[in-house]
């Protein structure tokens, strides 16, 4: 376990040091950058808006029996964009994405395509790691504000037409107003940014340490999109406490 | 063919190359020279270790003891890729998926701006019709026979327009005539630009068809290595059973 975190280390590492290397693969990033909007994006708004609205749902009854019910916005809109957003679709573009990236480079890796780059002086890192990284440490932050905008309408759906809670729009919203800060949704956004940095590492190195045939790339693909959860989940909280002491 | 000068440049050394994977020993203190501008045959067995070996040639596995040298300088050194162009041409083409075929061939052209595109273009057709292929550039790989990738692969190889040039078993999925098409393209290649040649084959025509030197590698050992003719006179039963094995059932008793 630690080796392979060592790896992942190196890996990043030797990532960031190709960043030189980034503007002629411009046309890579934007590829990727298309493919995992395409393949995410709609799931990720259907995801939020049922996330929004169970949170009203689950706290807005609880709040409006003890007479709080005017802050059902506030807690939707602070629960989205400090932890739910930036948890949920990280995962979700760990099991979407992560996998896809595992098992893309585990089979080229397996049919030998990365031995061909490497006999054609064409770093792997470069033209294999670089893009992906940078295009899902740009989409995921993106991804992450959708995903709070539509679930606080999610939220304001459910705390409107439900009739336990019915919270009008303007209320919940003016609620939600008052109690997010610029700077919750920042913290979120920069959550996501390191959460996609540790699934496109993870997923990608899991990739080139595929070993033994078809299976491995199987084994790859689970390993890449458990692993990230998992540090993810860690990271998680560990993120949040550091970001309680710059409140 | 030419024999080989004597005094010959020599541009890639073996020494005492091991490698093992686990507990099995797939080569055993390898060491030979390989002179400029020579076709230098590899065959042997199945499994004999043929590939693994070209593998280290160009440095894409490292030995456990032992080294390759490319004019004196390790082959891992990354100064070697940048300064003499190495190309291997893999037993199952390797070509990458994702990419079309035209693209796969102009890979190195793109990756590294040698060219303008239009320039690319003009060489990926001028190559993959040495190859005898035409009408393929926006095929995708997956949709070609295996014949067809591994010219493909060749093409991509020639493309890098090397001074050394790694084939593993270059006609292994060809028909005869396209083998002899690309036997002969090795030679020109060689006659063209000075490219020094290492093929690794079961293919004994293309083997006596082309070779300066052919090296014989049996269980991880290198038996031979000698001129095609000293390999016919040489008297190893082994080397013997392997370059005059031939049916000789009797068909009456078969059927
Ligand atoms: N990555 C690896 N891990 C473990 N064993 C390996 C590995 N690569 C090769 N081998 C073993 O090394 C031996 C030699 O393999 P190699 O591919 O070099 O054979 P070859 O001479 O090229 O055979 P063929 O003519 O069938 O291609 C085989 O026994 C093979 O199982
Ligand atoms: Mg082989």
């Known amino acids: 376990m630690f080796q392979s975190i060592g790896e992942l280390i190196v890996l990043f590492w030797t990532t960031l040091r190709a960043f030189p290397a980034l503007w002629r693969n411009r046309a890579k990033v934007l590829d990727q950058i298309f493919e995992i909007g395409n393949a995410s994006l709609l799931m990720a708004c259907i995801l939020s808006l049922f996330i929004g609205g169970v949170l009203a749902l689950q706290t807005g009854p609880v709040l409006v029996e003890r007479g709080l019910g005017q802050y059902v916005g506030g807690m939707v809109g602070i629960s989205m964009c400090k932890e739910l957003a930036p948890v949920m679709m990280a995962i979700l573009i760990a099991g979407r994405i992560g996998s896809a990236m595992a098992a893309e480079i585990g089979s080229m890796q397996v049919y030998q395509e990365i031995d061909a780059l490497r006999t054609m002086n064409i770093n792997p890192v470069h033209y294999l790691v670089l893009p992906r990284l940078v295009a899902i440490s740009l989409v995921l932050p993106v991804l992450i504000i959708f995903s709070i905008v539509v679930g606080w309408l999610g939220g304001a759906l459910v705390a409107s037409f439900n009739h336990q809670i019915s919270i009008g729009f303007q209320s919940y919203f003016a609620n939600l107003r008052n109690l997010v800060h610029v700077r919750s949704v920042v913290g979120g956004l920069l959550k996501g940014l390191i959460f996609a940095m540790i699934i496109g590492t993870v997923s990608c190195h899991q990739g080139l340490h595929t070993l033994g045939g078809p299976r491995g790339i199987g084994r790859s693909v689970t390993k890449a999109v458990v692993n990230s959860i998992v540090l993810i989940l860690i990271l998680d909280y560990i993120l949040t406490r550091l970001l309680m002491f710059a409140d | 063919m030419n024999p080989v000068p004597s005094k010959s440049e020599v541009v890639l050394q073996v020494r005492h190359l091991s490698k093992s994977f686990g507990n099995v020993h797939v080569l055993k203190d390898i060491t030979f020279d390989v002179y400029k501008g020579e076709i230098f045959v590899i065959m042997g067995p199945s499994g004999s270790g043929k590939t693994v070996l070209l593998k280290h040639l160009i440095g894409l596995d490292k030995p456990d003891k032992g080294e390759v040298l490319v004019h004196d300088k390790p082959v891992q050194n990354p100064e070697v890729m940048e300064k003499y162009r190495l190309a291997m041409v893999f037993q ?51 949709d070609l026979s295996g014949g067809m990738k591994k010219r493909v692969a060749i093409a991509r190889a020639l493309v890098i327009e090397p001074e050394f040039i790694l084939y593993d078993e270059p006609t292994s999925e060809l028909d005869p005539m396209i083998a002899v098409t690309i036997g002969e393209e090795i030679v020109r290649l060689r006659d063209r630009v000075g490219a020094t040649s290492i093929v690794v084959t079961h293919d004994r025509d293309l083997a006596f068809g082309i070779a300066d030197r052919i090296a014989v590698l049996f ?11 000293e390999l016919k006179q040489n008297t190893n039963p082994d080397i013997q059973k392997f370059i005059t094995a031939e049916f000789r059932f009797n068909k009456k008793n078969a059927a």
């Open chain 2, 92 to 142: 199952s083409g390797a070509l990458l998926n994702s990419l079309t075929v035209g693209e796969n061939v102009g890979l190195y052209l793109t990756e590294h701006r040698l060219k303008t595109p239009k320039e690319i273009e003009k060489i990926i057709s001028e190559k993959l019709e040495i190859v005898g292929l035409s009408n393929v550039q926006n095929r995708l790989p997956a």
């Open chain 2, 219 to 229: 269980n991880g050992n290198l038996l031979f290595i000698g001129t095609p003719d």
